[in-house]
């Protein structure tokens, strides 16, 4: 079988599926059994990072063991891998020269700042420290090209692809969640490489979807769905954390499919829009960003957002996991929930759609506040 592949930046080129190691740290057999299966799906893309507790560790081990019986894809795996920044140069070039040995290979294809998500992240990579240890490293060719992964803001991500020193980033890119799909088209206009971090579970847990999201998608499942999406507008790779070989089913499906939707596609996609419309009548915020900035530094259009999805597509188990995450979360997440309102009314004259924001803040706090979940890693 043919396997697409697409160009990724300066790097070898890479399947439409990346295979994240998040969810595969159970054990040695976990990821054995995993990375085996990623690679008869025909995934050579590898996405890791120290921060992901033992997931090198074990990675490394299964692909010593798969190389040993001579599974692997064409031309070999392609490795990304990441760092946090702030880090020292010393402290820095310890961590890669754990990870190559970890891993047990030669080169890094792609090093990744792990969540530049400040200012002082960026400031970090491209004129302190880590400007010096990215540097030393191409030097010693222990890695190929340097990106990013990014959780901060539209204009903080903006910038850091202006600034001709990242050749590939990984984004939230969501159908569910579509605000970053303009700064994935300038990533790829600039032929920066585009991967979609966890379409599935932060695209709003589309591996156990609502019922009233299954119908609103049908005939197609709202995974497949999302995956199309993301592969018809040009994404380079979407991440698949697998924990299991069944996780594979929908990949395997699309491996080879970054073709423009189908007429059925586009009809679910419509079906779905207008749907969610329908349930949120006069109170569907539309996303535009003309409310801010909230003297009080509220996140109003995320947390509408997550209105619009929980009333809309009844995605209850995602949404109340988001909002609860607000304030707990560093600077991986946004900092202050609805509860923060004021109702100073500063935003009211600023929607163009005369929503009464204060009282659909309130409400949607009442509604998805909860005992919070502990973040996966970090």
């Known amino acids: 079988m043919n396997i697409k592949r697409n160009q990724f930046g300066m790097g070898p080129d890479v399947s439409l599926f990346t295979l994240g190691t998040m969810r595969a740290t159970g054990s040695t057999e976990q990821m054995y059994s995993v990375v085996k299966e990623a690679c008869l799906t025909g995934i050579n893309h590898i996405e890791t990072a120290p921060a992901y507790g033992k997931a090198e560790n074990l990675l490394g081990t299964a692909m010593r063991k798969l190389n040993s019986e001579g ?64 540097k030393w490293a191409e030097q010693e060719r222990l890695i190929g090209q340097v990106g990013f992964s990014s959780h901060g803001s539209f204009e903080l991500i903006k910038e850091a692809i202006d600034s001709h020193r990242f050749r590939f980033c990984s984004l939230h ?117 003309e409310c801010l900035p909230c003297p009080n530094e509220i996140p109003i259009p995320e947390i509408l957002r997550l209105r619009n999805l929980s009333i809309g597509m009844d995605l209850q188990s995602f949404t109340k996991e988001r909002y609860n995450l607000i304030g707990r979360a560093g600077h991986w997440w946004e900092k202050n929930n609805a509860n923060a309102c004021q109702s100073c009314g500063d935003c009211l004259p600023r929607c163009p759609h005369h929503l009464n924001i204060p009282e659909l803040l309130k409400e949607t706090h009442c509604k998805l506040v909860n005992t919070p979940r502990r973040r996966l890693w970090g």
């Not at 020292?88 to 890094?108: A, F, Y």
């Open 71 to 134: 599974v692997r894809p064409e031309g070999g795996w392609v490795i990304t891998s990441k760092i946090l920044p702030g880090t020292t140069v010393n402290k820095g070039k310890r961590q890669l020269q754990e990870i190559l040995t970890t891993l047990g290979i030669s080169k890094i294809h792609n090093l990744a700042i792990h969540g530049l998500n400040l200012e002082e992240h960026l400031n970090w990579a491209l004129n302190g420290e880590g400007s010096k240890l990215i």
């Open 173 to 289: 890119l969501h159908l569910l969640d579509q605000e970053r799909l303009p700064l994935a088209k300038r990533a790829l206009e600039k032929h920066l490489g585009v991967m979609a971090i966890s379409p599935a579970d932060k695209g709003g847990h589309l591996h156990s979807p609502s019922k009233t999201l299954i119908s609103d998608c049908s005939p197609i499942s709202p995974l497949e769905l999302a995956y199309r999406f993301l592969l018809s507008q040009g994404i380079s790779t979407l991440t698949l954390g697998a924990s299991d070989i069944k996780d594979f089913k929908i990949a395997k499906k699309l491996i080879n499919s970054n073709n423009p939707l189908s007429k059925s596609e586009q009809n679910a996609l419509e079906k779905l829009n207008q749907k969610s419309k329908e349930r949120l009548g006069n109170t569907l915020c539309g996303q535009c960003r």
